[in-house]
């Protein structure tokens, strides 16, 4: 074992590796497999990782050992022992390391929910596992132990207490999820957590994985006042991920992360490194940027579900009640307000109501964005149109119900009156600021259009009759990337097939780039409605730009923004933009999906007035559609 981390690190940052798990899969290994085992299993590419890291300069890496605790271990059915993954697991790293290299053992949770059951768990049995697992990587040759991804402070509070029982002087770093303002999913505030880690002992204390990078800084910013006291730690992942395609994609570049980690450092970060979706080419960014020397001797090389038919899919006949009801030789605009993440909802409810007082057609309703939790959407759905009259879009995702529930859902809303459903799947639950969340997605948003065009028809998945049809219009997401739409428009012609109406698109800030979309779909019988966003700020154009799946704002239009240095006249600046942009494409497109930026609804209604005071009708789409309907 290494002496001297806790030393260097008071003098100087140092800099750790990347993600395992997420660059395995990377490199062609299936979604699902259990990556521990791969260090008896393909020890090869546990080792060549861990080079590929050391080349792109990390100072320390971690052994691939996250989950290989015995409650872990046993539900996995494998014939290999703890004692042999994590002694395996910290023998390969080491091997990697040679003489210069710190070796962390990783170690996650359990897995096991707290409090405890006292009936099936206790505080020993946790401990005796911990240990368990920290004697093998000792033994394996690691330096130190890195306690990361933790929830419950209970639960980290007995790993730190177990390895410092076990062994008094090998540093422990531990680290636990700050989803959002730097507090963990159960609220508490990471200072608190901070001060409790180290009254047991821990010698750096800090955050890894979240939601993104920006939540990050703002629990480093929270934990900045700590530096002082103990030295703090950062791995941030490379962004909310999304789901494309069965593949979970991480979007945010390494320039981009490489900034904001520099912004870490100066908060008093010692210990930086990356976590999910992130690689030696993010690691290798960040050795650049914070200027680290690398050891003599190691060089640069950094590598560059089964749904019953009930039939024949026949398509909806006519375009549903939301989409008929709207107001003929006006451009529809559907506005988008999200539900609160608490119960004061009024600022909502002012909002819906100065929209449809300005002319807007319908509001759209998200449902726990960013899997992140809110009201429900479906209440607020029903409250808005009761109260103002207007119609409303119900945001529906597969990531939150199964088939049963969906279904309950979905005819919920006809009972309650709603006509407009927006069938996605949803953002990963990974993402989510609650403890102990899990996807369903026991169908996706093909699926989803199928159940809902089957209500419309009078059928439930089963087949079976429901004594009444529903009149739903079934809206769908797009995703439009003009330098290669052909997949994403693929997806979009099958969901026309299926049944959807209307389209709503991620943000698009290119008119030509909308000129370009309405023609691709043209042939389709379906309102495309672009997606617009009204940027308020040179900082929430490069959070969205870098952090969120799917937007992507031009270079241009970002650097227009850091132009001037007052926030009121960057979002004067964004505004205009906005301006511009419907006034380019509002004599062409079939509608627009206007989204209210941080919920700031005033900011849309000054859009609505805009559009309606010029007395723009679009493409026209709509009345053919209901001409075709008659």
């Not at 290994?29 to 080792?47: A, C, Q, S």
């Not at 990782?49 to 052994?63: D, L």
């Amino acid at each position: 074992m290494k002496s001297g981390f806790l030393e260097i690190l008071a003098e100087k940052v140092l800099l750790a590796d990347g993600a395992l798990g997420t660059f395995f899969y990377e490199k062609g290994i299936g979604l699902g497999t259990k990556t521990d085992l791969l260090n008896v299993t393909d020890p090869e590419l546990v080792y060549s990782v861990h080079e590929e890291y050391i080349r792109a300069g990390s100072q320390v890496i971690e052994t691939n050992t996250f989950g290989a605790n015995r409650f872990r271990i046993s539900q996995l059915g494998s014939n290999f022992s703890v004692e042999e993954i994590n002694v395996q697991g910290a023998r390969l790293a080491s091997k990697a390391a040679g003489r210069e290299i710190f070796v962390a053992g990783s170690i996650g949770p359990t897995g096991i929910d707290f409090p405890l059951d006292q009936d099936e768990y206790s505080e020993d049995i946790i401990g005796q596992a911990f240990r368990e697992q920290m004697v093998a990587l000792l033994e394996g040759g690691a330096d130190l132990f890195i306690l990361e991804t933790f929830t419950y402070l209970d639960e980290l509070l007995l790993a730190v207490g177990a390895a410092k029982e076990l062994d008094e002087g090998v540093p422990v770093v531990a680290q636990m999820l700050f989803p959002a303002h730097g507090n963990t999913p159960l609220g508490l505030d990471a200072v608190e957590c901070a001060r409790a880690c180290m009254d047991r002992g821990c010698d750096v204390f800090g955050t890894n994985c979240g939601r993104g990078v920006k939540a990050m800084l703002q629990a480093i910013e929270r934990l900045s006042e700590m530096q002082d006291q103990i030295p703090l730690s950062a791995f941030p992942n490379a962004g909310i991920p999304e789901v494309i395609d069965c593949r979970t994609v991480y979007s945010t570049p390494p320039s981009y992360m490489a900034e904001k980690v520099e912004e870490m450092v100066k908060l008093g970060v010692r210990l930086i490194g990356g976590c999910c979706g992130t690689t030696p080419a993010h690691i290798h960014e960040f050795q650049k940027r914070l200027h680290l020397r690398r050891s003599s001797s190691i060089s640069v090389s950094v590598p560059a579900s089964t749904i019953r038919d009930s039939g024949p899919q026949r398509s909806a006949q006519g375009p549903g009640g939301l989409l008929s009801s709207l107001e003929k030789d006006a451009l529809p605009l559907f506005v988008e307000l999200d539900p609160p993440p608490h119960l004061q909802v009024e600022n909502v409810l002012n909002g819906a109501e100065e929209l449809a007082r300005a002319g807007a057609s319908c509001i759209t309703l998200a449902e726990n964005p960013l899997a992140v939790l809110r009201a429900d959407n479906l209440s607020l759905a029903h409250i808005i149109k009761e109260r103002f009259g207007i119609e409303t879009v119900l945001h529906l995702t597969c990531r939150d119900r199964n088939v049963l529930g969906l279904q309950a859902q979905v005819m919920g809303a006809h009972l309650l009156g709603i006509r407009g459903i927006l069938a996605i799947t949803g953002d990963p639950a990974s993402s989510s600021d609650q403890p102990g969340v899990s996807g369903v997605f026991d169908i996706k948003s093909y699926g989803l259009v199928r159940m809902i065009s089957g209500f419309n028809r009078g059928v439930n998945m089963a087949g079976r009759d429901m004594k009444s049809q529903t009149d739903f219009s079934i809206g769908v997401a797009f995703s439009f990337k003009p330098n290669n739409p052909g997949l994403q428009l693929r997806r979009l012609e099958k969901k026309a097939s299926l049944g959807a109406h209307f389209v709503m698109t991620q943000p698009v800030f290119d008119a030509r780039a909308i000129e370009s979309m309405m023609e691709l779909t043209s042939h389709l019988d379906l309102l495309i409605l672009p997606g617009l966003f009204p940027l308020i700020s040179a900082k929430n154009a490069e959070f969205l730009h870098h952090e969120l799946p799917g937007i992507s704002i031009p270079s241009s239009i970002r650097k227009r923004l850091w132009k001037y240095e007052k926030v009121e006249d960057q979002r004067r600046a964004g505004i205009e933009i906005t301006k511009r942009l419907i006034e380019e494409t509002a004599s062409f497109v079939d509608g627009l999906y206007l989204i209210s930026p941080l919920n700031k609804w005033e900011v849309p209604v000054d859009l609505v007035r805009m559009v309606r005071g010029a007395g723009w009708k679009g493409s026209g789409k709509m009345e053919k559609m209901r001409r075709k309907d008659t």
